[in-house]
């Protein structure tokens, strides 16, 4: 197992669509984060979660919905997408706090989200 | 506010020459950085990165990258380019004093290897 699995790899849906993606991480990390990579502009950091608590949002419209069921899953739950949103959506993962902190995000493969 | 910035958005060097891809950084205290490297239609992966001690850091891939403090640079080197060096590289700071992994990025960087 890859230490941050993302799913789907590709994704296709019209914009009344609702799909979700899915990161899982095998690494024991506490905290989870959704960051967007479009072409041409810089890695937008969307949500992070700390011991499954959303303790940011960054102004990330309302058709974008986080979930954290446990410290090893993240989802990100899409509707109503609009074709401005295609992008390639990476989830990642660190261990932060307690002293056992190493600094460095692991990122999964991403999922290429295309809205028609 | 934290911030990178990568000056150049396309590197270009001949295989075999030595490469380096800058960075420079702002930050309110003291900085951990990072170099990352993404191949198309992969996610990031993690180069090296400087939290204390040498200022020279070694990484993966015979990667290295100086910390300059008082020019506020972490500039990426490699003493001779390979072909599949070739990737997007990205260099992102963390303020130590933050308790969360939250990572700022730089724009990132082109790398071409020709041979």
């Known amino acids: 197992e890859t230490g941050v699995t993302q799913t789907p790899r590709h994704l296709v849906m019209g914009m009344t669509n609702k799909k979700s993606l899915k990161c899982e991480q095998h690494?024991?990390?506490?905290?989870m984060y959704w960051y967007k990579q479009s072409a041409k502009k810089p890695l937008e950091l969307m949500f992070v979660?700390?011991?499954?608590?959303?303790?940011e949002n960054n102004s990330v419209p309302s058709r974008f919905s986080p979930e954290c069921p446990n410290s090893s899953h993240l989802f990100l739950h899409l509707h109503t997408l609009q074709p401005e949103d295609s992008a390639l959506y990476l989830c990642a993962s660190s261990q932060d706090g307690g002293g056992r902190e190493t600094g460095e995000l692991f990122f999964g493969e991403g999922s290429r989200l295309t809205v028609l | 506010a934290q911030s990178v910035a990568q000056p150049e958005d396309q590197v270009n060097v001949a295989e075999g020459n030595p490469l380096t891809v800058k960075c420079t950084y702002s930050v309110s205290g003291n900085p951990y950085l990072f170099w990352y490297v993404q191949y198309p239609n992969r996610g990031l992966q993690f180069l090296l990165k400087?939290?204390?001690?040498?200022?020279l850091v070694k990484g993966s891939y015979g990667f290295e990258a100086e910390f300059n403090k008082s020019q506020t640079s972490f500039h990426l080197k490699k003493p001779s380019a390979l072909v599949s060096d070739s990737a997007l590289y990205f260099c992102a700071v963390r303020d130590r004093g933050s308790t969360l992994g939250r990572l700022y990025f730089g724009r990132g960087t082109q790398l071409t290897v020709w041979p």
């Open positions: 979660y700390s011991l499954e608590e959303r303790v």
């Open positions: 690494l024991g990390h506490n905290a």
């Open positions: 400087y939290i204390t001690g040498d200022n």
